[in-house]
């Protein structure tokens, strides 16, 4: 007699180990300058290895947004996550040590400095001033033509890829640049925009906040609108369209 066939039972799929947060992630986000609430519960997530830009005219809510994302300014509700790492009343110190690194609008270079020593400022963390140097001329080599000039006598572009420099020598695992592009001609915008994409496929995440949305699209993985306060939209900066005319020129979506 032969024994009756039994149908095998097929494996179970080993389950699926989750990926790592995050490098920033903001959850119902809510922030008020006295009794006038300027955020109104905010989502935005900063994957890693990706250029998310977030976009909006003046007065959207985007430099609010930053300075609560940066421990500048205390949201009223919601959480900031950084790797995973609840940071709500963190001071900017503390998120640099853990690897957020911020440009600020204005480029926040020492006017009165030379490139070399803008550059040595730092080192203050331990890394060797040699090291430093070689890095930010080997990412911009137009530095190593200006080392010795004093920083407020470069161009609009070279003291921006000076404060690039000296905020990637600290290996910063996120990176938040606030209007990059403010008082630049367009060609050297888009010679930075290009930078800042050969940045991010070394791994670095980056966060670029921006006014001019046209000028950051080319190079961001994706988009976040806002508009008085709100995430009106969020994707894939090619499925956006209607949403930043909408948001800039009040057309209807």
Do not use: W
């Not at 690194?101 to 331990?126: D, H, K, Q, W």
């Not at 470069?154 to 640049?177: C, F, H, K, V, W």
Request: charged letters at 20%; proline letters at 7%.
């Amino acid at each position: 007699m032969t024994a009756p066939t039994v149908d095998p039972v097929p494996a179970q799929a080993p389950a699926t180990e989750p990926g790592p947060p995050p490098l920033l992630e903001l959850t119902g986000i809510r922030a008020s300058y006295g009794r006038i609430e300027v955020l109104h519960g905010i989502d935005l997530v900063v994957p890693r290895g990706e250029v998310v830009a977030l976009l909006g005219p003046n007065g959207a809510g985007k430099s609010t947004t930053l300075l609560v994302a940066t421990g500048q300014h205390p949201a009223s509700a919601g959480c900031v996550h950084v790797a995973g790492r609840h940071v709500n009343g963190a001071k900017p110190e503390d998120l640099a040590r853990i690897g957020l690194c911020t440009i600020p609008e204005g480029r926040g270079v020492f006017r009165n400095l030379t490139v070399r020593e803008n550059l040595r400022m730092a080192s203050y963390r331990g890394l060797p001033e040699r090291d430093i140097i070689d890095r930010a001329v080997a990412r911009f080599p137009r530095l190593g033509e200006r080392i010795g000039q004093v920083a407020g006598t470069l161009s609009g572009g070279e003291q921006q890829m000076l404060a690039m420099a000296r905020g990637l020598a600290t290996d910063p695992a996120l990176l938040i640049i606030d209007e990059l592009s403010m008082g630049l001609a367009p060609l050297i915008v888009a010679e930075l925009y290009e930078l800042v994409a050969g940045i991010a496929q070394e791994g670095v995440s980056i966060l670029v906040v921006e006014q001019f949305a046209r000028t950051v699209l080319g190079v961001a993985d994706r988009a976040v609108i806002m508009q008085h306060g709100n995430v009106i939209a969020a994707g894939v900066p090619a499925d956006l369209e209607a949403e930043l005319s909408a948001a800039y020129l009040g057309a209807q979506s």
